[in-house]
């Protein structure tokens, strides 16, 4: 394990919670199998501090993330505060910072933007017909949308194209790539991963039993989509995210040191 001091006397209350929750939000993602080594990046706006977000250190697996082990960045990329990682002196992956910064700057709305790489979402992202809506759970992402591939995002340019395909919805497939996940809260964020990757799962299954799919009236998936939407129903996470960190803290707390 790595030593590293905690932070909880150097930030305020408000950031030590983001700070837990992002950190629960790492474990819950390689707990239930999304995770890609120490690829990919889970972030979250830092409350009371404009254009600050946390972010991982570019070096540790999601399943040894602490609260005190993240990072704080500002939207030009600049570190804010770190901990002391000794030799290994971790900084933060730069395409990282170029797809969290894009969303955390355009929708200030948004708390927490999680992106992953499962063999599921890169499976479905190289599929033509895209996300199909053949199940429920699939139906919440009727109008899901889609960002074409234009290499590793390294290029502060894509930041335009980004936004711009992913409009003021909550997921986006990034085609050839993975996918693209945000939440008004860490815990919305995280349910709508969950929920995408099941999707995601289910089509490549019934794809693979080489027989016909059976569709949904339009009409349908549609009516199905809009129970989904925020106003109809409560929001994602709001039950669930208690309850899975009582998950966690039976499991492994040190989360949230």
């Known amino acids: 394990m790595l030593q590293i001091a905690s932070m909880k006397d150097s930030c305020a209350p408000a950031e030590w919670q983001a700070r837990v929750d992002l950190a629960a939000?790492?474990?819950?993602?390689?707990?239930?199998?999304?995770?890609?080594?120490?690829?990919?990046?889970?972030?979250?706006?830092?409350?009371?501090?404009?254009?600050?977000?946390?972010?991982?250190?570019?070096?540790?697996?999601?399943?040894?993330?602490?609260?005190?082990?993240?990072?704080?960045?500002?939207?030009?990329?600049?570190?804010?505060?770190?901990?002391?990682?000794?030799?290994?002196?971790?900084?933060?992956?730069?395409?990282?910072?170029?797809?969290?910064?894009?969303?955390?700057?355009a929708r200030p709305e948004v708390r927490c933007?999680?992106?992953?790489?499962?063999?599921?979402?890169?499976?479905?992202?190289?599929?033509?017909?895209?996300?199909?809506?053949?199940?429920?759970?699939?139906?919440?992402?009727?109008?899901?949308?889609?960002?074409?591939?234009?290499g590793v995002v390294l290029d502060e340019r894509e930041k335009t194209s980004l936004l711009r395909d992913l409009g003021q919805g909550e997921a986006l497939i990034l085609r050839n790539h993975g996918a693209l996940v945000v939440g008004r809260t860490v815990g919305e964020a995280f349910n709508w991963t969950h929920r995408l990757e099941l999707s995601c799962r289910a089509q490549v299954a019934a794809m693979s039993c080489n027989t016909p799919l059976r569709s949904v009236q339009p009409d349908v998936a549609e009516q199905t989509w809009n129970q989904y939407q925020p106003g109809t129903r409560r929001p994602y996470g709001l039950m669930e995210w208690p309850a899975l960190l009582r998950k966690l803290d039976r499991l492994d707390a040190s989360y949230r040191t």
């Open 113 to 150: 933007v999680i992106h992953v790489h499962t063999w599921a979402t890169m499976a479905v992202s190289a599929l033509e017909c895209g996300l199909l809506p053949i199940t429920q759970t699939s139906m919440r992402f009727l109008k899901i949308g889609y960002h074409d591939y234009e």
């Open 25 to 105: 939000c790492y474990r819950l993602v390689d707990l239930y199998g999304l995770s890609d080594m120490m690829a990919n990046h889970i972030s979250s706006s830092v409350p009371g501090e404009e254009g600050a977000f946390l972010i991982n250190p570019y070096g540790m697996m999601y399943e040894e993330i602490t609260a005190s082990s993240l990072i704080k960045v500002d939207l030009a990329g600049n570190i804010l505060a770190k901990p002391d990682f000794g030799a290994l002196d971790y900084g933060i992956n730069r395409a990282g910072y170029v797809i969290h910064s894009a969303v955390h700057e």
